[in-house]
């Protein structure tokens, strides 16, 4: 083991004593005391102002909008990986392609529930969708609108009126397309910054394919931009297809990544659905192949939103703070002189650090303000930048600087290869981050022993998720989740290497299933 790698493993010790602390400061809820904690952390790190006279409707501050664009940085280099291409639709929509939508949606709930094909039905008068959750105009300044508008709440509807203009024949396919853009939900629910707003800052990527084939790659490819989403903001998640009753109801399927939060809740920071080609029939979604017979096209979405945020505050956060992981810090390092006043050298020194570490691309912040060293601590500190660099008059003279890392610990390194070094350390915070997260979410799911082999048997307690061997009817898992006071989250791709014993039914499967209190 180098130096450099003792040191690191030093840092890691010295986080894990500072995490097993509880207590308050600063004016900061302890982290253990969540539900008071998160909402304070927000304002208090200055990522949003909750004053807005409209509630769900934050205003965003300098420092919480430039995080949101890291994260909308990384889902925009997803999508030029993957060959999407950038658009921007309208903010209003007609009412008549809402009515198209509830009609749609509608007949896909009764036949789901009815258990037949969706063209043996008629379209009833139950409306699903999202009518009661909009927000409506009906005036263009004092004119009544002969057709009235919402506010966007996704944008299928939208999205698909332009795209039966745009596609003809296969040479137009696949059709793969994304913006982020806000959308506008009436949440009756209790609100929460990041979490559960009514103006959401929103993430969409539309896709259209010739056949199943296509769309079924499609939801494959989606599935690994989560995953490599979330490994750069340092979250592990839980990924499952959604049982049928918590589908959207337009939808063939939809998969999820939740991410289990600290208070053992857990978070829908992603999901994709296959649409197959119902929405196709009712948009007139169409196009000729290469024998000239006109076919349905096959359609996918994939969505994330600002909660990926809310994941990241919440996960990594602790009693001082914020910490943000390096993918998305605004600032990634502070470079701070000391005693200044004393020696002349500093600030040129520190000038000349923080352009050579701006030029190996990190974001810089180099603060000269005439404040006390404890304000610039507790400043940066509470935002969770994750590398401070301090420089004064003994440094120079040893040719080193002082790197304190927001994870705990400090580091010493030569000024000659500071550049080199503090890249190598950002790395490392990213690391102990995911291990952290990792150990958190460990610690908050509990697999039921296959000696619990009916809900009877099953203790539940507050702020846990539970890892369960499910394979019943719809029947069983409202019995399931009447019994727990918890939600089924799906079924997971990662099944069980031996069977086990259905916990309501006793069928033996491989399923394997969590529940737990969602958001």
């Not at 500093?346 to 050579?356: D, I, M």
């Not at 915070?429 to 995911?434: A, G, I």
Request: glycine share 6%; aromatic share 8%.
């Amino acid at each position: 083991m180098n130096d450099f790698e003792r040191i690191i493993e030093a840092i890691g010790q010295y986080g894990n004593n500072v995490s097993k602390s509880n207590k308050a400061k600063r004016g900061i809820p302890a982290k253990s005391d969540f539900n008071s904690w998160y909402p304070s952390i927000v304002e208090i790190a200055d990522l949003v102002d909750k004053r807005y006279p409209i509630k769900g409707m934050d205003v965003w501050k300098p420092y919480g909008l430039s995080a949101m664009e890291k994260i909308d940085s990384l889902a925009r280099s997803e999508m030029e990986r993957t060959g999407h291409q950038e658009y921007r639709f309208p903010l209003l929509v007609p009412e008549d392609l809402l009515e198209k939508e509830n009609k749609l949606v509608s007949i896909l709930k009764a036949a789901r529930e009815a258990g037949v094909d969706p063209s043996e039905l008629r379209i009833g008068e139950e409306e699903s969708g999202f009518k009661k959750e909009v927000y409506w105009v009906k005036h263009g300044g004092e004119n009544k609108l002969e057709i009235p508008m919402f506010l966007r709440p996704t944008s299928e509807t939208p999205m698909y009126t332009m795209f039966s203009l745009w596609i003809r024949s296969h040479a137009d396919l696949p059709l793969k397309t994304f913006q982020i853009v806000n959308t506008f939900r009436y949440e009756t629910k209790q609100t929460r910054s990041f979490i559960r707003v009514r103006e959401i800052h929103f993430f969409e990527a539309h896709t259209v394919h010739s056949d199943q084939a296509g769309a079924d790659k499609q939801i494959e490819e989606d599935a690994e931009m989560v995953r490599r989403i979330l490994h750069e903001l340092c979250l592990p998640s839980i990924v499952s297809k959604r049982p049928v009753w918590d589908t959207f109801p337009g939808a063939w399927y939809t998969k999820a990544a939740d991410v289990v939060m600290p208070n053992g809740r857990t978070l829908q920071v992603a999901t994709y659905h296959h649409y197959r080609d119902q929405w196709a029939g009712a948009f007139d979604l169409s196009y000729e192949d290469s024998e000239g017979k006109t076919r349905l096209c096959h359609q996918t979405t994939f969505g994330m939103s600002e909660r990926l945020l809310g994941a990241v505050v919440g996960m990594h956060g602790d009693d001082n703070g914020l910490i943000m992981p390096p993918a998305i810090a605004p600032i990634q390092v502070v470079v701070m002189p000391v005693a200044n006043h004393r020696d002349e050298r500093v600030l040129p020194a520190v000038s000349e650090l923080g352009q050579r570490l701006t030029d190996a691309g990190l974001r810089v912040k180099v603060d000269e303000r005439d404040v006390r060293p404890g304000v610039k601590h507790y400043d940066w500190e509470i935002k969770g930048i994750p590398l401070r660099v301090e420089l004064g008059p003994r440094d120079l003279d040893s040719d080193n600087c002082v790197v304190s890392v927001r994870t705990g610990g400090k580091v010493e390194v030569p000024l000659s290869e500071a550049h080199v070094e503090i890249v190598e350390l950002l790395a490392t915070v990213s690391d102990e981050l995911r291990l952290r997260a990792e150990k958190i979410t460990a610690k908050l799911i509990h697999s039921v022993p296959e000696s619990v082999s009916s809900l009877s048997d099953l203790i539940v307690e507050d702020g846990l998720v539970y890892e369960i061997a499910f394979e019943g009817s719809d029947s069983d898992a409202e019995a399931l989740e009447k019994s727990t006071g918890l939600t089924l989250l799906g079924e997971c791709d990662d099944k069980y290497d031996e069977p086990r014993k259905c916990i309501v039914t006793g069928k033996s499967t491989t399923n394997r299933q969590y529940i737990a209190r969602m958001y």
